[in-house]
C-alpha cells in the first residue's frame, strides 16, 4: 500500500476515492471499503482512501475532542489489511478547513484523478461543511453514498465504540468492530518497577494520549511470529508508584521470559478486570496484582 502525506506530484491512475476519517475501523468504515473495493475491481480503477489528520474536531477544539480509538499507524495497517492500495493522508489545517466546496472537488479531479467518490450517506465537506452529496453530482461525479450499518437497532458509529470502551463492555466494542480493541506500539525501557514488584512488564510507548479505556485487562499480546500470547495489562498513570500522572500501558506476559525491547507489538483487549486504583503500600499493590493474575488466568481457560 503507498502512502501519501502530500499530494502526489505526478498524475495519479484513475482513482475510486472513499474519503471519511475512519477512526475505529469499525463495521461501518468497513462495509464502506468493501464497497470501494467492488465498485474498484468493477470500473477498472484503483481502490484509494482519504483521510485526515489531525482530526477535524481535533484541530478546531482539541481539549474537547473525542478519544482516538486508533493512531494513525494503527488506522494505516487496517486500511491495508483491508486491501487499500493508496492512501492520503490529508493535513487538516486552516488552509484546508477554508477552502471551499467546490474547490475541494477540483482538488479531487485535477490532483488525484477521481470522478467515483464513496463516502457515508451524512458526508459533508469544504467551508463551514457546506458541501453535501448533492454538490457531488452536480458536479458530475460518480457517487456512491453508503447508508448507516446497524447493530441492535443502533447505528454502528466511532462513537459508540467509546462510550462501549469508556464502561469496560468489550464483548459489545468486539461486535462493533468486528475484532478485539487494540493498541499497538513499540516496548520501551522503564523503571522496572514490575520486575521490582515479581512481575516484570512490557512497557509500551503510547500515542494514544487520551484513549478511550483505562484499568486492568486480560488481553493477548502478539509480536513477530509469536502470536496471542496470554497477558495482563495495565493501561493508567500508576497511581501507587509515580504519583505523575503520564499515561502507560504496561504489559505482563504470562509464563514468558523473552525479551521484547525494540519490538513493536500489537496488544488485544478481551476481558477488562478492574479500574485502575491507588494501593497503601507496594506490598499491597503486589498483592493485587497477584490477584489480577489469577483472574486472567481463569478467563484464558
Known amino acids: 500500500m503507498q502512502v501519501f502525506r502530500h499530494l502526489p506530484v505526478s498524475p495519479c491512475p484513475p482513482l475510486a476515492l472513499a474519503i471519511g476519517n475512519f477512526d475505529g475501523m469499525h463495521l461501518g468504515h468497513q462495509a464502506l471499503l468493501k464497497h470501494l473495493l467492488e465498485t474498484a475491481s ?136 468486528g475484532r478485539h480493541y487494540s493498541i499497538s506500539g513499540k516496548v520501551v525501557h522503564g523503571a522496572k518497577r514490575g520486575r521490582q514488584l515479581g512481575f516484570p512488564t512490557a512497557n509500551i510507548h503510547m500515542r494514544h494520549e487520551r484513549p478511550a479505556l483505562t484499568g486492568v485487562y486480560a488481553v493477548k499480546l502478539s509480536v513477530g511470529q509469536l502470536l496471542g500470547l496470554n497477558a495482563v495489562a495495565n493501561l493508567g498513570v500508576r497511581p501507587t508508584v509515580e504519583g505523575i500522572p503520564k499515561l502507560l500501558l504496561e504489559v505482563h506476559v504470562l509464563d514468558f521470559n523473552g525479551d521484547l525491547y525494540g519490538q513493536h507489538v500489537h496488544v488485544e483487549f478481551l476481558q477488562k478486570i478492574r479500574d485502575e486504583q491507588k494501593f497503601e503500600s507496594l506490598d499491597a499493590l503486589k498483592a493485587q496484582i497477584a490477584k489480577d493474575i489469577d483472574v486472567a488466568r481463569d478467563f484464558f481457560k
Open 42 to 177: 468493477r470500473i477498472s480503477k484503483i481502490p484509494a482512501v482519504m483521510t485526515f489528520e489531525p482530526h477535524p474536531r481535533e484541530f478546531f477544539s482539541p481539549q474537547d475532542a473525542p478519544a482516538r480509538l486508533t493512531t494513525l499507524r494503527e488506522k494505516l495497517e487496517l486500511l491495508e489489511s483491508a486491501g487499500v492500495e493508496k492512501v492520503f493522508v490529508y493535513a487538516f489545517s486552516k488552509r484546508f478547513a477554508a477552502m471551499s466546496a467546490m474547490d475541494f472537488m477540483q482538488l479531487l479531479r485535477d490532483k488525484l484523478n477521481v470522478d467515483t467518490v464513496l463516502v457515508g450517506e451524512d458526508f459533508r465537506f469544504g467551508a463551514k461543511r457546506a458541501g453535501s452529496l448533492v454538490d457531488f453530482v452536480a458536479n458530475g461525479f460518480d457517487l456512491i453514498a453508503m447508508p448507516r450499518v446497524d447493530l441492535d437497532g443502533e447505528r454502528v458509529s466511532s462513537t459508540r465504540v467509546r462510550e462501549a470502551l469508556v464502561v469496560g463492555n468489550l464483548a459489545l466494542t468486539e461486535r462493533l468492530l
